[in-house]
Nanobody, 123 residues
Framework: QAHPVESGGDSVQSGGSLKISCVEP?????MGWFRQGPGKEREGVAT?????VPAYAESVKDRFTISRDKDTLYLQMNDLKPEDSGTYYC??????????????????????WGQGTQVTVSS
């Protein structure tokens, strides 16, 4: 089984913007982004269900936008803060129903993970 491939991670200043990408040509019912900061557990950031409905963690709502164009999943991140720093993982799953395709769903429920891309936000 192929895994998603992320790209676009970078170092930016606080208040800056960054757009990261994930190439995943297979069809999935649920896709999204998780992140893991230094010394922190993995947390859901945003998801996109099979109907194209996005969902966001409260901490990123109104700053981040998840979208998909053909084989690529994107995460546009604006007004970045130092606490947004971490490794961002693209995730996908074919068993999460639309009601469970949410960033609050436990990370272990997502079957397919990319290797991650690093985002560093400096103050």
């Amino acid at each position: 089984q192929a895994h998603p491939v992320e790209s676009g991670g970078d170092s930016v200043q606080s208040g800056g913007s960054l757009k990261i990408s994930c190439v995943e040509p297979s069809h999935w019912f649920c896709m999204g982004w998780f992140r893991q900061g230094p010394g922190k557990e993995r947390e859901g950031v945003a998801t996109l269900n099979v109907d194209g409905v996005p969902a966001y963690a409260e901490s990123v709502k109104d700053r981040f936008t998840i979208s998909r164009d053909k084989d690529t999943l994107y995460l546009q991140m604006n007004d970045l803060k130092p606490e947004d720093s971490g490794t961002y993982y693209c995730v996908a799953d074919n068993y999460l129903t639309t009601s469970r395709c949410k960033p609050g769903t436990d990370a272990s429920k997502f079957d397919n993970w990319g290797q991650g891309t690093q985002v560093t936000v400096s103050s």
